[in-house]
C-alpha cells in the first residue's frame, strides 16, 4: 500500500502520460458531470469537501476572501489517480457547504509549471489576490531539485495573481519569482511556498531538505511579493540515515511547511516521512529566528500535506489531505481518489501544547441517530469522560458480521487512550475526550483535543453500513452522544443539487 507522500509524487513515468502533460490546455472551461455511477458510490462522503470527480491533494491557498471561503486543492483533470497537476476550485460561505467552480490553475506549455502547477498559498493584498505556487518542468538529474526515483523535476517558486471578486480569472506571471536555491545547498526539494506579511515585509517559507542531512524550511523575504531575498533556514531536523529513492520517506525533505502566529506564540507544521509535525515556540521578530519549545504529530493516520487559514473570526483553520488506502487500480475504478479533511481549530495553551477542535458550527448538521447508531456511515459521535474515571473501551462495528472498524481503549494506570496502535496520554485533571465524525469511508477522530487519528475503511456491500457505537468497562461512565449528520448535497457530489 502506496503512503501518503509517496502517492503525493507518484509522477507519471511513461511516455504516453508525458505527452499528455505537454497536450494540457492553459485552463479549463468547467468540470464535467460525472455519471450516476459517481452519485450512487456508498463510499463517496456526504459532508466532506471533494471534487465531482477524478483525483485530489493537498489543500492549496484556501483563504477567505469577499465574504467567501475559497478552497483550492491539487487536482487530476484527466483521472483517478495523480498526474497532471492542476488547481481546483471551491467555495463556501460556512466552510461546510461547498460548490465546485471551474478549474483556477493548470499546467501552461512552455513555461515554469509546463510539468504541473503545484502546491502554494494565497496572500491578499487590497482587492487582489495572490498565489505563490510551485512551477516544476522537466530537468536533467543535474539541475533537478526533485529526484525520487521516478522523475527528475526542476522546482522554482512562481507567481499569479485575481483581480476578479470570485477568484475565477488567474493571470501568471512569466517568470518564477524564486528561480534557484540558495547556494551551497545539495537540496533534496523545493516546494511549496506560504507567505504571510509582518510589518513591511512579506516573508515566505519554502520546504526543503540537504542530501544525507535532513528537512528544513528556508525563509525568504521581499517588499513587493516579486523580489525574494534569502534570509536562512527557520528550523531543520534529521534524516533517519536510512538511504530511500524519495527523500520524503527519510526525513531528507519536509513537505507543505507552514508558519503562522498564534496564541502569543508560533507555529510550525510540516509533512514528512507520511507524518504531520507541529511545533511550537518563539519567533525572534528582529532576527526572525524560530525557537521550537514542543513538538508532536497533528494526525495518527490518513491526513498528510496540510495548509491553514484564518476564517472570518480569525480562527486558526487547519485542513489537511485524506488520501485513499487503496490501489491505483481501484481508484480508477471508483473514478475518484481522496478528499478534504474536515475543518479542525488550532489553539495553543499557555505551555505551547497544541489544541485542535473540529469546527463548532458543524454542529447544525447534526439530526437524531436512534438507538445510537450511525446509520449509512454517515454520522457523528463524543464521548468525555469525567477525570478520575475508570477504564473502558470504545468500539465501532459495521455491517452483518459486527466488524471492528476501531476499537479505542482508555487506561486509567497510565491515564493514556490506545487508538490505531498509539497511545496518547490525557493531561493531568482532565479525562479523556473522543470526538469523531464517520463520512461514507473515513472516520476523523480528535483524540484529547491534541492529535486526530483518521481512518480509511472499505466494503464490499453497495449500500453504506449502519454502525454501532459500544462502550464497555467501568461503572458510572457517561454514555456515548450520537447523532445523524444531514448530507450537504443530495448526490455525494459537494456541490448542493
Given amino acids: 500500500?502506496?503512503?501518503?507522500?509517496?502517492?503525493?509524487?507518484?509522477?507519471?513515468?511513461?511516455?504516453?502520460?508525458?505527452?499528455?502533460?505537454?497536450?494540457?490546455?492553459?485552463?479549463?472551461?468547467?468540470?464535467?458531470?460525472?455519471?450516476?455511477?459517481?452519485?450512487?458510490?456508498?463510499?463517496?462522503?456526504?459532508?466532506?469537501?471533494?471534487?465531482a470527480k477524478n483525483w485530489m491533494n493537498d489543500p492549496n491557498g484556501p483563504v477567505y476572501f469577499n465574504g467567501r471561503y475559497h478552497m483550492f486543492f491539487q487536482y487530476n483533470p484527466h483521472g483517478a489517480v495523480w498526474g497532471d497537476m492542476s488547481w481546483n476550485h471551491a467555495v463556501?460561505?460556512?466552510?461546510?457547504?461547498?460548490?465546485?467552480?471551474?478549474?483556477?490553475?493548470?499546467?501552461?506549455?512552455?513555461?515554469?509549471?509546463?510539468?504541473?502547477?503545484?502546491?502554494?498559498?494565497?496572500?491578499?493584498?487590497?482587492?487582489?489576490?495572490?498565489?505563490?505556487?510551485?512551477?516544476?518542468?522537466?530537468?536533467?538529474?543535474?539541475?533537478?531539485?526533485?529526484?525520487?526515483?521516478?522523475?527528475?523535476?526542476?522546482?522554482?517558486?512562481?507567481?499569479?495573481?485575481?483581480?476578479?471578486?470570485?477568484?475565477?480569472?488567474?493571470t501568471k506571471l512569466p517568470?518564477?519569482?524564486?528561480?534557484?536555491?540558495?547556494?551551497?545547498?545539495?537540496?533534496?526539494?523545493?516546494?511549496?511556498?506560504?507567505?504571510?506579511?509582518?510589518?513591511?515585509?512579506?516573508?515566505l517559507t519554502v520546504g526543503s531538505g540537504d542530501e544525507h542531512v535532513g528537512?528544513?524550511?528556508?525563509?525568504?523575504?521581499?517588499?513587493?511579493?516579486?523580489?525574494?531575498?534569502?534570509?536562512?533556514?527557520?528550523?531543520?531536523?534529521?534524516?533517519?540515515?536510512?538511504?530511500a529513492s524519495n527523500p520524503c520517506d527519510n526525513g531528507e525533505m519536509w513537505e507543505c511547511p507552514d508558519f503562522f502566529a498564534l496564541d502569543g506564540g508560533h507555529v510550525l507544521i510540516y509533512s514528512t516521512m507520511g507524518k504531520v509535525f507541529w511545533q511550537s515556540g518563539e519567533l525572534d521578530a528582529a532576527t526572525m529566528k524560530f525557537t521550537a519549545r514542543k513538538t508532536g504529530l497533528l494526525d495518527l493516520d490518513a491526513f498528510y500535506a496540510p495548509k491553514t487559514q484564518l476564517d472570518a473570526r480569525?480562527?486558526?483553520?487547519?485542513?489537511?489531505?485524506?488520501?485513499?488506502?487503496?490501489?491505483?487500480?481501484?481508484?480508477?475504478?471508483?473514478?475518484?481518489?481522496?478528499?478534504m479533511s474536515l475543518p479542525r481549530v488550532m489553539n495553543l495553551d499557555q505551555d505551547g501544547s497544541l489544541r485542535l477542535t473540529m469546527l463548532p458550527e458543524l454542529s447544525a448538521l447534526r439530526r437524531p441517530a436512534p438507538g445510537k447508531t450511525i446509520h449509512g456511515a454517515c454520522g457523528e459521535f463524543l464521548h468525555h469522560a469525567k477525570a478520575g474515571c475508570g477504564d473502558f473501551e470504545l468500539m465501532l462495528r459495521s455491517g452483518k458480521q459486527a466488524n471492528d472498524l476501531l476499537r479505542v481503549k482508555y487506561s486509567a494506570a497510565t491515564h493514556s487512550v490506545e487508538?490505531?496502535?498509539?497511545?496518547?496520554?490525557?493531561?493531568?485533571?482532565?479525562?479523556?475526550?473522543?470526538?469523531?465524525?464517520?463520512?461514507?469511508?473515513v472516520i476523523e477522530v480528535l483524540v484529547n483535543q491534541s492529535v486526530g487519528?483518521?481512518?480509511?475503511?472499505?466494503?464490499?456491500?453497495?449500500?453504506?453500513?449502519?454502525?454501532?457505537?459500544?462502550?464497555?468497562?467501568?461503572?458510572?461512565?457517561?454514555?456515548?452522544?450520537?447523532?445523524?449528520?444531514?448530507?450537504?448535497?443530495?448526490?455525494?457530489?459537494?456541490?448542493?443539487?
Fill in 1 to 51: 500500500m502506496k503512503s501518503a507522500q509517496t502517492t503525493r509524487r507518484a509522477f507519471l513515468a511513461t511516455a504516453g502520460a508525458a505527452m499528455t502533460l505537454a497536450a494540457t490546455p492553459c485552463s479549463l472551461t468547467g468540470q464535467e458531470t460525472p455519471g450516476t455511477g459517481l452519485a450512487a458510490d456508498q463510499m463517496r462522503p456526504q459532508f466532506h469537501l471533494l471534487p
Fill in 92 to 170: 463556501s460561505k460556512d466552510m461546510i457547504h461547498w460548490t465546485h467552480l471551474p478549474v483556477a490553475m493548470t499546467p501552461t506549455p512552455g513555461s515554469p509549471d509546463a510539468f504541473g502547477v503545484f502546491s502554494g498559498s494565497a496572500i491578499t493584498v487590497g482587492k487582489r489576490v495572490y498565489m505563490i505556487y510551485t512551477g516544476t518542468v522537466q530537468s536533467t538529474p543535474e539541475l533537478a531539485t526533485l529526484r525520487d526515483g521516478h522523475s527528475n523535476l526542476l522546482e522554482t517558486q512562481c507567481l499569479a495573481y485575481s483581480d476578479d471578486t470570485d477568484l475565477a480569472r488567474w
Fill in 175 to 203: 517568470q518564477p519569482v524564486i528561480a534557484t536555491t540558495p547556494p551551497g545547498m545539495k537540496v533534496t526539494g523545493f516546494r511549496d511556498p506560504s507567505a504571510w506579511k509582518q510589518g513591511d515585509w512579506y516573508y
Fill in 215 to 243: 528537512g528544513c524550511v528556508l525563509l525568504y523575504r521581499s517588499t513587493d511579493l516579486k523580489n525574494w531575498e534569502y534570509m536562512h533556514r527557520l528550523t531543520s531536523g534529521q534524516w533517519t540515515g536510512k538511504p
Fill in 314 to 339: 480569525d480562527r486558526r483553520i487547519l485542513w489537511g489531505w485524506v488520501p485513499e488506502r487503496r490501489s491505483d487500480d481501484e481508484m480508477r475504478k471508483a473514478g475518484w481518489s481522496g478528499m
Fill in 419 to 441: 487508538i490505531g496502535g498509539h497511545m496518547v496520554l490525557v493531561a493531568n485533571g482532565q479525562g479523556p475526550r473522543l470526538h469523531g465524525f464517520v463520512d461514507g469511508s
Fill in 453 to 497: 487519528y483518521t481512518k480509511r475503511f472499505y466494503y464490499e456491500e453497495k449500500q453504506a453500513p449502519d454502525i454501532a457505537i459500544e462502550l464497555t468497562g467501568a461503572s458510572g461512565i457517561a454514555p456515548v452522544q450520537v447523532w445523524g449528520i444531514a448530507p450537504i448535497s443530495a448526490n455525494r457530489l459537494t456541490t448542493p443539487a
